[in-house]
């Protein structure tokens, strides 16, 4: 089973930046994609960013320019560099991973629990 520890949330101001990690550890085989969901009150839980193990990565359009999406494979372990934030990107993130343990054949998607992201002033 895997276990995530994912950190970087916080508050901060409109503008400010943080940056989030999850990283993964436990009996993983391999991690195929990772991203970045984030979730508010009321709301399902959206995409931001992904990137495939290849690094091909793909961003929600209302963070485009400002997020990036990165991994460190030896580390299993996926970042989002948040930028220029604003209060609608305030939200609950949520990382999950496309992870295949030993023996298995097929790979299956997990969750990390979340961390709090606050932009306001």
């Known amino acids: 089973q895997a276990q995530f520890v994912e950190s970087g949330g916080g508050l901060v101001q409109p503008g400010g930046s943080l940056r989030l990690s999850c990283a993964a550890s436990?009996?993983?085989?391999?991690?195929?994609?990772m991203g970045w969901y984030r979730q508010t009150p009321g709301k399902q839980r959206e995409l931001v960013a992904s990137i495939t193990s290849g690094g091909s990565t793909n961003y929600a359009d209302s963070v485009k320019c400002r997020f990036t999406i990165s991994r460190d494979n030896a580390k299993n372990t996926v970042y989002l560099q948040m930028n220029n934030l604003k209060p609608d990107d305030t939200a609950v993130y949520y990382c999950?991973?496309?992870?295949?343990?030993?023996?298995?054949?097929?790979?299956?998607?997990?969750w990390g629990q979340g961390t709090q992201v606050t932009v306001s002033s």
């Open positions: 999950k991973m496309r992870i295949t343990f030993p023996g298995e054949l097929r790979p299956a998607d997990y």
């Open positions: 436990g009996s993983i085989f391999s991690i195929y994609a």
